[in-house]
């Protein structure tokens, strides 16, 4: 079945720009978690105005949520040249047959100063370990392959060095790491956190199994496409990375039979129409949701509010259609906080 057959109408980078002023864009998280506010998608109706502690009011028994589990890991490595020049890197994901022992130390990774860099070149801890050393670009152009250096398990040196990779966009220091967390991660592993997930307390997911509302977890591995603003000018020429994801067979059938599929997040909601799509339950996916997508599996969307000119935007429009741009102005209108921090907002394709 195909993915993202051709739209008729033509569709310009330009259809998913907005005006998102900076004092909107959420610098720190709201306490509790389910404090942050939700726009409620009613169709043609005013959306509603409520937090997401009322989740369960628009959910029902036989209902299944599905989040995605992903762990992030203290990937961001502040690191210096021999020369005493400052590096970065920011590592995606372990680089697959690259694995020694079941460890895996070479990673893809952003890098910078990427064009001054050389292979085979050390960088160093403040304290004058050698931590990395930089391989060759990779296919993409955009990223390396970088070693992490020195003994045991690379996870623990991260958590020694590494720093947790906030967005750009955010620029006030995090008080406690665990807030760009779910409280349900187990899978170490992503570069960015599954933002909409972060809204949820152990308390919320009591109070919906309570109303027979089932859960259950996938997998995806947040990697570079959230760091990259498309730039073509349709926006379907856009080359989108590929992700790393796990649906269970368990879990796939659950979706089929439940009543409706409540997705938190992009990346669940990437996870399980790549798996129903392709027939594969777990791999790496390009699949790219835009205008004209056929969805398989997800009837509502929670998902927080993203940038403009992104792939995540191209897919809220082919959720829900232009109405995206009348929920995005009510929200603007009405204080919303927006992206990682942010608040967020229900969907439901069906209206």
């Not at 152009?141 to 996870?155: E, K, R």
């Not at 220091?173 to 760009?180: D, E, F, N, V, W």
Request: charged share 20%.
């Amino acid at each position: 079945m195909g993915a993202h057959p051709v739209a008729l109408v033509p569709v310009r980078l330009s259809d998913f720009d907005y005006h998102l002023p900076n004092g909107r864009i959420a610098q720190t998280p709201v306490e509790p978690r389910d404090a942050a506010r939700l726009l409620v998608d009613e169709g043609l109706h005013a959306p509603l105005h409520r937090h997401v502690r009322d989740l369960g009011e628009y959910l029902r028994p036989g209902d299944l949520l599905v989040v995605n589990d992903s762990k992030v890991i203290p990937a961001r490595l502040r690191l210096h040249r021999a020369s005493g020049g400052a590096a970065e890197v920011l590592l995606l994901e372990p680089m697959s047959g690259q694995a020694n022992d079941g460890v895996h130390r070479t990673w893809e990774a952003l890098v910078r100063p990427g064009k001054k860099l050389r292979i085979g070149e050390q960088l160093f801890t403040n304290a004058g370990e050698a931590l990395v050393e930089i391989g060759a670009r990779c296919e993409s152009g955009d990223t390396f392959a970088v070693t992490l250096l020195g003994d045991g398990d690379p996870l623990d040196l991260l958590a020694g060095h590494g720093d947790m990779p906030l967005p750009p966009y955010i620029t006030t220091p995090l008080a406690q790491t665990s807030r760009y967390q779910t409280v349900y991660a187990s899978a170490p592993g992503s570069a960015a956190a599954p933002t909409a997930g972060l809204h949820f307390t152990p308390e919320l997911l009591d109070s919906l199994h309570s109303l027979d509302v089932g859960l259950a977890r996938v997998e995806l591995v947040v990697g570079l496409d959230t760091f990259q603003p498309m730039s073509t000018a349709d926006p379907r020429d856009h080359l989108i990375h590929s992700e790393r994801y796990c649906v269970t067979a368990e879990v796939l059938e659950r979706c089929r039979s439940a009543k409706r599929v409540i997705a938190v997040g992009t990346t669940a909601t990437r996870a399980l129409e790549s798996a129903a799509t392709f027939g594969e339950l777990e791999g790496r996916t390009r699949l790219f949701i835009h205008r004209g997508y056929q969805w398989q599996l997800v009837d509502l969307l929670m998902t927080n509010f993203h940038q403009p000119r992104t792939t995540l935007l191209l897919m809220i429009d082919a959720f829900v259609g232009s109405r995206w741009r009348r929920l995005y102005e009510e929200a603007l209108a009405n204080g919303y906080r927006f992206l990682s921090f942010g608040d967020a907002m229900l969907l439901d394709r069906s209206l």
